[in-house]
């Protein structure tokens, strides 16, 4: 009987707010969009307007497809450090294809995303098979990639027709279509690993891969496919960056650092480095901080060391406060 009235108790009391980490990547954003408005205010300007919400979008495009396919691999305890050659081989591939016609657009886009899926099974099939580790087999794999970009490139390559840069160019009012294809993409992604079975077992595979083999879980099948999913991501970024520039660019991923700057984007948003936790909610929430960040230093004019420094700053934070709130939760 006193059970019983424990339990019921126990239903009818209220539930507490919990500060997620993906509410917590979004409680950050918010501010930094405040305190970014004020600062950017304060030396004349405005932080919001069309200008800066176009800017702050475009930024999150490319960044935002390359964190979506990262958080994949992270789920399932993996990683990939070829994505930022992989982006420039693929706007290559896709703008050498085309070739300036229309009428090669699509094939253009389906090579470009099948050389990705290719180099991402070669990563999956690496670490399955060869039991290399994951860091290790994505570096090497990456420098490959970058002996055949700088044995055979020396800048821009091919070009796009004019009707394709509409990807690139076009917008809803102050929304880039891009932006809204790259949700899409996520809202995909979302529903993949939430809701079907696949995704399931890439958040088993993360969170013990040797319970998840004993479970009856296809754990090699599951981490090549994770790792397919990122580089055809990954691809997809090469492919708008080829219609953003007219042409493809070779080190337009390494450039930009994607690589680093997705796996960031993916821990701010709540993931583990170890696997079996995080979402890709939460890696926009990530993927929109540091877009946000890299607007407001542009407005600002701010030396370019001194923003690596903040985003290592920013980064070192999210990852304290999620391992202290995992300590916590244990211990209690």
């Not at 932080?47 to 495009?61: C, E, F, H, Y």
């Not at 982006?87 to 290559?92: D, H, I, K, P």
């Not at 090699?220 to 691809?235: D, E, K, N, P, Q």
């Not at 080190?251 to 936790?277: C, K, M, P, Q």
Request: charged share 15%; proline share 3%.
């Amino acid at each position: 009987m006193r059970e019983r009235t424990l339990r019921n108790a126990s239903a009818t009391r209220p539930r507490k707010f919990a500060l997620t980490p993906t509410v917590t990547v979004y409680v950050a954003l918010a501010v930094l969009l405040v305190v970014g408005s004020v600062l950017v205010a304060l030396d004349g300007g405005v932080l919001l307007d069309q200008g800066g919400i176009l800017n702050i979008l475009t930024r999150s495009t490319v960044l935002g497809l390359v964190a979506v396919g990262q958080t994949i691999v992270i789920i399932t305890g993996s990683l990939d450090l070829s994505v930022a050659y992989l982006v420039g081989l693929s706007s290559l591939v896709a703008a050498e294809t085309m070739a300036g016609s229309g009428t090669m657009i699509v094939p253009g886009v389906l090579l470009a995303l099948a050389v990705a899926a290719v180099v991402g099974l070669v990563n999956g099939l690496v670490i399955t098979v060869l039991r290399a580790n994951a860091f290790i087999a994505t570096l090497g794999v990456a420098l490959v990639l970058r002996g055949y970009l700088e044995h055979n490139y020396t800048g821009p390559a091919g070009s796009v027709p004019r009707s394709f840069q509409h990807l690139g160019y076009d917008r809803i009012g102050p929304i880039p279509v891009a932006a809204l294809l790259m949700l899409l993409i996520a809202a995909g992604a979302w529903w993949y690993l939430r809701r079907t079975r696949g995704g399931y077992h890439m958040y088993a595979v993360g969170g013990d891969v040797d319970v998840a083999r004993l479970s009856g879980v296809r754990t090699g099948r599951t981490i090549v496919t994770a790792h397919v999913l990122c580089s055809v991501a990954a691809g997809l970024a090469g492919v708008f960056l080829a219609a953003r520039l007219g042409s493809g660019a070779p080190y337009v991923g390494t450039d930009a650092g994607y690589d680093l700057e997705s796996i960031a984007a993916v821990v701010l948003g709540g993931a583990a480095l170890a696997g079996g936790r995080g979402g890709v909610v939460g890696t926009v929430g990530g993927v929109l901080i540091l877009a946000t960040l890299d607007t407001v230093f542009d407005d600002l004019a701010v030396d370019p060391f001194f923003k690596d420094v903040v985003r290592g700053i920013v980064l070192i934070v999210a990852v304290a406060l999620y391992a202290r709130r995992q300590l916590s939760r244990r211990s209690t």
